[in-house]
């Protein structure tokens, strides 16, 4: 209320009924109105004095939260004056960037702080901000930055602050340093076309050239040569020893083809196989001398660490218009005939001829067609007997047979390869080996049965059980059960392999190993495991006569087996002669024409005991 109502009111109050003022009164109301505004006053006073206060340290928190932020953003922050780009704040980040402590560049210019020529970059680019107005952007530039003199890559971006005047008064800039990113991206990037192990291009990046390399040659009408190429025998050194030193052998490999291929594309699609792409018009004579070198750059032996690995090489080539005028035929017609080099002998260069391309169309045919002969019962098994060394027979080796209805029989080193690449082998393996012991089974005299066993059988499936499963189901005794393995049952994961093998013989099935002494590392495989048998292959038995070598070969095999209590089979005997020597070597048992031909069973009745009266009403 105003002072003159209010001390109306004190006038009021202190005037007694009779109308005279009670001057003390009046006095004391007065003198209480008087404090009472001086509390108030006071109160006022301390709110806003208290407001000032907490404005002030919210502007404080405020300022050292902001100053933390910038402190700590992961990323160089910095401002300069806009006049002389002269530095007045710079971050922790900054500090990493430049590779300087801020005291040594807060309150200096560029000139004094860095080399000349960056100092020259850096002010271009401030003048050109404060004379334009604008922005200025930088994505991934590189840029010698800081006393350490570091190329790194960059994202920058640097703008103008203005007084209230509109006058330049600030520099502010931001650097984010995506040195490590960009290397990762291109690592990523160089992973995605490149292969792990040897560094050189993939499939993919392969394919790629090769795009590209024909639309080139379509539009200028030139040709162009691809090479296929896959190593010889890896595989076998690989697996005896160990996957590091094949891993050391295909690098030293690479590395190899990389240095002999004159400068031509050089791709690893996968495994030990190998693509050249070869520059536009080279003639025929030359694709021809670039294969022939390589096949002898790897036929060398490749020495890795204290190992010498001896692989090979084979080669298949495809020109192009003439072998095709796209990728896949092209690419088709080259493995045509790396598979035609490798099928005669490996080691070798061979050009794609037409002829290659019926021969592998029939093979795709013939891997249909023993599809269905597996489901229309076409193949067969036949019987080839075992005997020791006076005619005695002992036993026999069930043998796989084709009858085609077109082709007539097939020769089982056509068929049973391509089993064994596409995985029928395990079906067809398991057939046999049921009619083998099905059919022994029902002979009255208990001869033993071999059946042979595929390493893809091994290494795939329930051997084991398969095995169990059908001695029950026949009957057949397992001390009568022979199985022969080569050492490619044993070559990949020896363990697993040897672990099987002592399985198989705990049921009392026999262990045999065929084709002893053509293999990698047949002699290291007796140490591990105690075979019931060795088969000595045919290859050696049939040269007895012709090369002396041979018939070494044989009586070292034959010493061995003896020291080793390991009686010993010899296969392909043919005369009387090899017969001879055979039984002067002390040998135990053989297997060949002299004694009998692999034939169905029922050639073989009076051997196994029934008569042909008895066969016919069984």
């Keep these: 209320m105003s002072m003159h109502r209010l001390f109306a009111e004190q006038l009021r109050c202190a005037t007694d009924v009779t109308g005279q003022v009670d001057l003390v009164k009046l006095g004391e109301l007065v003198s209480a109105a008087y404090e009472a505004s001086d509390r108030d006053r006071q109160r006022m006073t301390d709110v806003r004095a208290h407001t000032h206060d907490e404005v002030e340290q919210d502007l404080l928190r405020t300022q050292e939260f902001l100053d933390t932020i910038v402190e700590n953003i992961p990323i160089a922050v910095f401002a300069k004056c806009a006049k002389d780009s002269r530095y007045i704040l710079l971050n922790r980040a900054g500090e990493d960037y430049y590779g300087l402590p801020r005291e040594q560049m807060l309150g200096r210019t560029p000139e004094e702080i860095f080399p000349a020529d960056v100092a020259r970059m850096v002010n271009e680019q401030d003048r050109r901000v404060v004379a334009s107005g604008m922005p200025m952007f930088l994505e991934e530039h590189l840029i010698e930055v800081g006393v350490k003199g570091h190329d790194r890559v960059i994202n920058s971006r640097k703008m103008l602050i203005t007084d209230g005047a509109g006058d330049p008064q600030y520099l502010v800039g931001v650097i984010e340093d995506v040195t490590e990113r960009i290397t990762t991206q291109e690592r990523i990037s160089h992973l995605a076309h490149h292969d792990a192990l040897t560094d050189l291009p993939n499939r993919s990046a392969f394919n790629a050239a090769l795009g590209e390399r024909l639309e080139r040659a379509q539009e200028a009408s030139i040709s162009f040569a691809v090479l296929s190429l896959d190593l010889d025998r890896f595989k076998e050194v690989n697996d005896v020893f160990g996957h590091p030193v094949g891993d050391m052998l295909m690098r030293a490999a690479a590395e190899r083809l990389a240095a002999e291929a004159d400068g031509a594309f050089v791709a690893r699609v996968g495994g030990d196989e190998f693509m050249i792409l070869m520059p536009d018009d080279v003639c025929r004579e030359e694709v021809l001398t670039l294969g022939e070198r390589l096949v002898e750059a790897i036929s060398n032996e490749l020495e890795v660490e204290d190992y010498l690995s001896h692989v090979g090489l084979s080669v298949g080539i495809a020109l192009y218009p003439d072998d095709g005028v796209d990728a896949a035929t092209l690419l088709a017609n ?26 592998l169309r029939d093979r795709r045919l013939l891997v249909h067609d023993l599809r269905q002969a597996v489901e229309q019962d076409q193949l067969l098994v ?70 042979n066993l595929s390493p893809v059988q091994f290494q795939a499936g329930d051997l084991e059980g398969s095995i169990h499963r059908i001695l029950l189901e026949t009957g057949l005794t397992p001390t009568r059960l022979e199985v022969e ?134």
């Design 334 to 359: 080259a493995d045509s005939a790396l598979y035609r080099a490798k099928r005669e002998g490996r080691g070798r260069v061979r050009f794609f001829e037409s002829e290659m391309d019926r021969e």
């Design 382 to 451: 036949y019987f080839q007997p075992q005997a020791r060394m006076d005619g005695e027979v002992i036993g026999f080796e069930a043998l796989l047979r084709w009858n085609h209805p077109t082709r007539g029989f097939v020769p089982p080193d056509q068929f049973i390869p391509l089993a064994e690449e596409n995985g029928l082998i395990i079906q067809i393996g398991e057939w046999v080996l049921r009619e083998a012991c099905r059919e022994a089974a029902s002979w009255p005299r208990p001869l033993q049965v071999a059946v």
């Design 485 to 618: 393995i080569t050492e490619g049952v044993l070559i990949g994961d020896f363990t697993r392999a040897l672990n099987l093998l002592r399985r198989l013989k705990a049921l009392g099935i026999r262990i045999a190993m065929d084709d002893f002494g053509t293999g990698y590392s047949s002699l290291s495989y007796l140490q591990s495991f105690p075979f019931d048998k060795i088969k000595i292959d045919r290859s050696f038995i049939s040269n007895l006569e012709a090369t002396p070598q041979s018939a070494e070969i044989v009586r070292a095999v034959l010493s061995l087996a003896h020291a080793l209590h390991i009686p010993v089979v010899a296969e392909g005997v043919e005369t009387e002669a090899q017969r001879a020597f055979l039984a002067g070597e002390a040998c135990e048992e053989m297997q060949g024409y002299l004694i009998g031909r692999p034939e169905p069973i029922e050639r073989y009745l009076g051997l196994i005991g029934i008569t042909v009266e008895r066969r016919r009403y069984a």
